[in-house]
């Protein structure tokens, strides 16, 4: 790919998640990948802000982003609001962004100094008018001041020449004083000059929110003068106007080009056979009502509909793309937000692609991109000219190279994930228990939100699968955080965590075990909403819950009892018959039966059974005492709430009865909800195993 204006270096400081980072990003599409929250669009927001407040386009730009940034009031915009952008409101905060141009750019800015030198002048005056900018440079004021911008516009072009064509364009804010400066602010004069010398309808940098919101029905359509000033100040000022100007873009470009119709056209035959297939556009024109009406034709069913009627994900990406193509000019720079909203994964897989043959290459533009899609990060590794960068932290954004993508092992695929996760999520977590995903989120949504939870499955074979994670990491091999949360059942794990294989078995049998709390499941079965037949008192739930419970102990011991005995199974284990003949393997499992027949040969049934009933009572006795006042930590908490749905029929399904119950337990910070809380933190803590 040939050199182009792009932003090579970016580092940000204090500005909202982002602590500390430095990046150097690539030509062509740069995907940054990380969790939900973490920061990706602050990375967008940061550059966005830097070129509204040093190189604005338009006299409002500034003002507005502050605005929708949150960081200045519509009805004071003089006056800056740390919060909305601080994360220390005790600092500064700086944007230093390194824009890489080309000769061509170089050259276009050191023939046009005279020109930048009056743009700089005229930025530093007050007056607004050609008659009085004239007045002023007529005077010794003036052309003082005309000569004191050609020797910085001069010793600007000679700092870009010296640093290989690096144009600087750094902001520092410092809310406390309320000032807003930049040490290079000629850097900022010349790409305001690149932008500024191109058509409204053109632009080198253009900000796509992921925010898009699409108007449906009729729209108003504005022409000439009104129209450019709202173009304007879509490109960045107020991206979000983006998505009320569908209609307007397709009509404009009808009726300002003389061969609009044909471009249009060709637009949407590259987007629909690109990303969006089976559809074409039919035509573009009034309808019988009078309406602004664009066709278009599922070719598969031949239906001929409205733009309307395309779900809200392909328009934006119909918009998205037809801006890019129409709005931002060659070596322009986008950057864009979420791009997979609303889309079917089979869309997401064609994007990356799709944007560097139909954009990138052509135009020579540079796209970066935030994303959490699997798909988009795939497109990522696959394409050559794409970058990916993971956003880990505030204080770390870092580039993912290709020699550093593990292969997926076989302990990976049987656990049902990949490598990918590890840059979308902060960790996987996996739990074994039917409902514990939904039951975890509803009561934990804010502590798990950059964590990806998904469903263990088999307990025993899982757990081999840990091993084998454990001795790659061991080995010195590259693993991303996974751990692991086991129901303690009778069955406390062997196994300990390391660094990025984690283990969690909770204390009590399984996590229902913690959602039996007589108040909070009382007051849910008064509630007439919840329950068929409301209950009078706690202490009537407890003693129905408490009987069921006690039942879970007579069969803890049958099968402690039976399991103490140790006959031998016949058919547990293959290992001792691999290579055996068929006589061999023979021999070596009638071994098996002999054993088997020397332990029950003798048995009688009345005696043995007898025998094991005493055994089981004698138990019982030993537990009963323990069971009587811990039995809602002992029993089998899964079995007792089918139970509970036996003896207090439900106007709901089981699971939406124990979300009920973590969220109830959770906005009263009950002590066994702070319990789940406290094993779930020090999981997770950067500080475990």
């Known amino acids: 790919m040939g050199r182009s204006l792009y932003l090579k270096t970016l580092a940000i400081k204090n500005f909202r998640a982002l602590t500390d980072i430095d990046v150097e990003f690539a030509p062509g599409v740069n995907v940054i990948v990380g969790p939900n929250a973490i920061g990706k669009t602050t990375v967008l ?86 008659a009085d900018f004239v007045s002023f440079t007529s005077s010794p ?172 994900g392909e328009k934006g990406l119909v ?60 497109g990522a590794f696959d394409d050559e000219q794409s970058s990916l960068y993971h956003l880990v932290s505030g204080t770390l954004l870092t580039r993912v190279r290709r020699t550093d993508r593990e292969e997926i092992t076989e302990a990976l695929r049987l656990l049902g994930t990949s490598e990918s996760e590890g840059l979308l999520y902060k960790a996987t977590i996996f739990v074994e228990g039917e409902h514990d995903i939904e039951v975890l989120e509803a009561g934990f949504g804010g502590l798990l939100r950059l964590y990806k939870l998904k469903d263990l499955g088999g307990r025993h074979q899982i757990e081999k699968q840990i091993r084998s994670l454990q001795d790659a990491e061991a080995k010195g091999e590259k693993l991303a955080a996974r751990y692991f949360v086991f129901d303690k059942d009778d069955a406390p794990t062997s196994l300990n965590s390391t660094h990025n294989v984690r283990i969690l078995q909770w204390g009590r049998r399984c996590l229902e075990n913690y959602l039996i709390d007589i108040d909070v499941i009382t007051d849910l079965l008064k509630d007439g909403d919840v329950s068929k037949a409301a209950v009078r008192s706690t202490g009537e739930v407890s003693k129905v819950l408490k009987e069921r419970a006690l039942t879970h102990l007579d069969d803890a011991i049958v099968r402690e009892t039976y399991s103490a005995l140790a006959y031998p199974e016949l058919g547990k284990g293959q290992s001792d018959l691999a290579g055996k003949s068929f006589a061999n393997a023979g021999e070596a499992l009638f071994e098996r039966i002999d054993r088997l027949k020397s332990c029950i040969g003798e048995l009688e049934h009345d005696e043995w059974i007898a025998a094991f009933t005493a055994k089981c009572k004698q138990r019982k006795q030993e537990l009963l005492p323990v069971w009587d006042s811990e039995w809602k930590e002992l029993c089998d908490g899964k079995r007792l709430f089918r139970e509970l749905q036996q003896a207090f029929p439900l106007k709901m399904s089981l699971l939406n009865f124990k979300k009920r119950v973590i969220l ?3 906005n009263q910070q009950t002590d066994s909800w702070r319990a789940i809380e406290s094993l779930l933190k020090g999981l997770i803590s950067e500080n475990s195993a």
């Open 664 to 666: 109830r337990m959770a």
């Open 45 to 130: 927001e940061a550059v966005r802000l830097t070129k509204a407040l040093l190189s604005a386009r338009t006299q409002s730009e500034s003002h507005q982003t502050l605005i929708s940034l949150g960081a200045a009031s519509p009805h004071d915009p003089r006056q800056l609001i740390a919060q909305g952008l601080l994360q220390d409101i005790g600092a500064p905060l700086e944007i230093r962004c390194g824009f890489q141009i080309s000769p061509t750019e170089l050259e276009q800015i050191s023939t046009a100094r005279q020109r930048v030198v009056t743009n700089l002048v005229r930025s530093r005056m007050n007056v607004i008018t050609p």
């Open 319 to 378: 918009l998205t793309f037809l801006l890019i193509g129409r709005t931002v000019d060659q070596d322009g720079i986008v950057l864009l937000d979420e791009p997979e909203l609303h889309l079917n994964p089979a869309v997401c897989r064609e994007l990356i692609p799709y944007l560097v043959e139909k954009y990138v290459t052509p135009k020579r533009m540079q796209i970066i991109l935030c994303s959490h899609s699997p798909e988009i990060l795939a």
């Open 141 to 312: 004021a003036g052309i003082a001041a005309l000569a004191s911008a050609e020797k910085e516009v001069n010793a600007g072009v000679d700092k870009i020449v010296k640093a290989n064509r690096i144009c600087r364009m750094d902001l520092k804010i410092d809310f406390a004083s309320g000032r807003v400066e930049s040490q290079d602010p000629m850097g900022a004069s010349f790409l305001h000059y690149l932008d500024q010398s191109l058509p409204p309808d053109l632009t080198k940098f253009s900000y796509f929110p992921a925010d898009r919101a699409l108007p449906r029905g009729e729209q108003p359509v504005q022409l000439g003068f009104q129209d450019a000033s709202q173009q304007l100040e879509s490109h960045n000022s107020q991206p979000q106007n983006k998505y009320n100007r569908l209609k307007n873009t397709i009509f404009n470009t009808i009726i300002a080009n003389e061969n609009g119709r044909e471009v249009l056209a060709n637009e949407f035959k590259t987007i629909f056979g690109g990303v969006l297939k089976g559809r074409e556009l039919v035509g573009a024109g009034v309808s019988q009502f009078g309406q602004l009406s664009i066709q278009i034709k599922d070719k598969e069913s031949g239906r001929i509909f409205d733009i309307d009627g395309l779900s809200s």
